[in-house]
């Protein structure tokens, strides 16, 4: 018998409220193939990116407060947000690489009675189903392949870059996605915005530029013959899916494409329904491709 | 070992020829060879017409970025045979985001431009002409000192991919040159003209300007530091700063992310008005972000003693505009 598989579970702000089917669905995956999920009730924000604007050594120290309550855990983090993927991982290569900043950070934490020593690594679910698990033994669970469906796999930008935080995946040419597409009985569309931005991080604050951005990509993957879009990243998600409306609007172009989030699209083929998966949350209904 | 490279080839101002169309070439590669090496091999052995820059073949001028492969490189630095196994492709195209102006020569006037509105010279305040400068002073802006102008980073950039007018990567990284120096005099000013509409606010975060860039100058982490000084130096009138700060505030007083509370922060209250359709749309689908309906993390404590304890070290909280 393997060994259980044992995370720090950190679905991310938005996953626990705004896209909270991604969470309710990993929950599930996770259930039925084994992997053990075990809850983080202190931890914070990771700062999406935007706290580093504010204060970056209250963003380590935040962030370290995180690793923290994993340590204490004896357990390595998993998220289902790239973006929290990124910040995480950003801030525990600078503190892992440079002892004084532990130090320094350390010394911020000791404030709150809290101490960091380096030990955690941080993974999304991503990695974690083509990395730890295996995509061999994922296929194994598949009990209803996605036959003929096009898959066009969203990457974003922060579950490959920076890839010296990052590292299990190739910016240039990455596969997981891909595999995982393929494990689970469908096929993975190729097209050139794959790992490119949705734009979310501006949504608030250069709309045109985020609206843009989301219908590019869309049409990009739609060009390439994709019937439907899958992300690990619940801010993608949100661009994609839930700003498809604004996003058709920009580039003056009806799209119609369905996004899912890598935890359901995992889910339909181990045989999960489309309500246990929270399909009916998302704005453009993907009835049309799962028939 | 023999290797296909397909460059693609367009004159725009040869109204007779077609393009943009991809040539093949076929490339016996030395082991080492670069892949400007290759293009002088070509250029020089089979067709001459191929148009491309180059000049120091030490990865010091900038002038030989081209994307191979998908990516912004500086092909006097990139190695043919590597470079092939890994993608199992060798296709040239010119730089991103930028006019064609012949086959692999692109425009760079929009590049100088940019850089000239980061007015890249130092204004000293009176008297700080000879104040002295310390070893950590210089550490600050050296990474933005490495810049070669090669605008691989402006290629990658996603936000000017969408938007010509943005500030975009190199600029901004240059900016930061001359804010971060302990010399410069005005950098409330500067960092008001950065802050406008098409400036460092607009970058989506992508990272790819630090990915690409050649000289490791990481362009994004100069942006974060304008920003952190421009919120500092109390420039917050602007959607970006209002953003920021509305996140510091949800994550000290819930320890997360409130969305309802950003939004309505970031934008205003008209322009939150503006998102009611939308809002209308997502309460359908039981998405709507409710406002400070957040439970609380446990131990919000300690997450609030992290904020004191920085602050105190730094002096934190934006000055609020008076
Ligand atoms: S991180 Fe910002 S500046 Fe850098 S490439 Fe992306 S959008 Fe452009
Ligand atoms: S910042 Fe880097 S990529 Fe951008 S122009 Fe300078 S050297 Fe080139
Ligand atoms: S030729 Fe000068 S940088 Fe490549």
Known sequence: MAEELKYAYYPGCVSQHMTRETNDATRLIAGKLGIGLYDMPRANCCGAGLLTDYDYKLYLALNARIFAEAEAMEMDIMTICSTCLMVMSAANRDLKRDPRLLEETNQVLAAAGLHYSGKVEVKQLLWVLAGDYGLERLKEQVTRPLGRLKVAPFYGCHSLRPSDALGFDDPEKPWSLEATIRALGAEPVEYRGKTKCCGFQVDLVAEKTATKMTGVRLLDGKRNGADCFVTPCPFCHINLDNYQGLAEKSVDERIDMPVFHLSQLVGLAMGLSPKELGLSRHLVSPERVLK | ?322
């Open chain 2, 1 to 322: 070992m023999e290797i296909k490279f397909s460059i693609r080839r367009h004159d725009p101002m040869d109204r007779e020829s077609p393009g943009p169309y991809y040539r093949e070439y076929v490339v016996d590669a030395a082991e080492g060879m670069t892949v400007l090496e290759a293009l002088l091999k070509i250029s020089e052995e089979e067709d001459p017409t191929l148009a491309f820059r180059r000049s120091c073949r030490s990865a010091i001028c900038g002038s030989c970025a081209m994307t191979v492969n998908g990516f912004a490189r500086l092909t006097c630095n990139l190695q043919v045979i590597p470079e092939y196994e890994k993608m199992g492709a060798m296709r040239i195209e010119p730089l991103a985001n930028h006019r064609v102006v012949k086959d692999l020569v692109v425009d760079m006037a929009p590049f100088w431009e940019k850089m000239e509105k980061a007015a890249p010279f130092l204004m000293p305040a009176g008297g700080s002409e000879t104040s002295p400068v310390t070893i950590e002073d210089q550490a600050r802006i050296d990474e933005s000192q490495r810049c070669i102008m090669c605008g691989c980073c402006n290629a990658e950039c996603n936000s000017l991919e969408i938007d010509e007018r943005f500030i975009a990567p190199a600029a901004s990284a240059k900016a930061w040159r001359f804010v971060g120096d302990v010399r410069e005099g005005h950098q409330a000013k500067r960092l008001e003209r950065l802050s406008e509409e098409h400036g460092i606010w607009d970058c989506v975060r992508c990272i790819h300007c630090t990915q690409y860039c050649p000289k490791d100058v990481k362009p994004l982490k100069q942006i974060e530091s304008l920003r952190s000084a421009a919120m500092k130096a109390g420039v917050l009138d602007n959607p970006g700063a209002r953003h920021v700060e509305a996140m510091a505030d949800s994550v000290e007083r819930f320890g997360r992310l409130d969305e309802a509370a950003m939004t309505f922060k970031t934008l205003g209250f008209l322009r939150s008005l503006g998102m009611i359709p939308l809002g209308l749309k997502l309460e359908r689908h039981g998405k709507m972000p409710r406002p400070y309906l957040f439970p609380q993390i446990m131990e919000i404590d300690e997450v609030r003693a992290i904020y004191d304890e920085i602050e105190k070290k730094s002096g934190l909280k934006p000055k609020k505009e008076e």
